[in-house]
């Protein structure tokens, strides 16, 4: 018997998508939790380089696309992808149907929601406590 067992893929429990209802639309979305893979893929495509100081190239992260992409990445209904609801929006793309589709604090909605689910809302501090207790 494997001392590992618990971790083979087929004993390792799939992790729930998370629906979310937002007031303005007249069904949930539904979301899924990112994997570590997924998460690095969209970190690495969020970098940028810029002319920093003495024209030497740097490497700056853009957050807001990180977290725009990571909420595209998540969301699972309504497909970002479809064509039309692409056109019922007037844009091309699932990043700029994002855009269009959302208003700001839905979006932040979304994004806490995708950080719940995918295991990176907790911070530290509530790891120290919860091994207090």
């Known amino acids: 018997m494997s001392k590992f067992k618990a971790f083979m893929k087929g004993n390792v429990k799939e992790a729930e998508n ?22 690095d893929a969209i970190s690495d495509r969020c970098y940028k380089n810029k002319v920093g100081r003495k024209g030497k190239q740097e490497r700056v992260f853009d957050a807001v696309r990180y ?5 595209v990445a998540s969301m699972v209904h309504p497909d970002l992808n479809d064509s039309d609801l692409q056109d019922s929006y007037g844009v091309r793309g699932s990043d700029n149907l994002y855009n269009e589709m959302f208003y700001f604090g839905e979006a932040t909605q ?6 719940e689910i995918s295991g990176i809302d907790i911070s530290m501090d509530d790891e120290i406590e919860a091994a207090k207790n």
Do not use: M, Q, Y
């Open 110 to 115: 979304i994004l806490e929601k995708v950080t």
């Open 67 to 71: 977290n725009r992409e990571i909420c």
């Open 18 to 39: 998370a629906s979310l209802k937002l007031d303005r639309f007249g069904e949930a979305i539904i979301l899924r939790p990112l994997s570590a893979g997924e998460a």
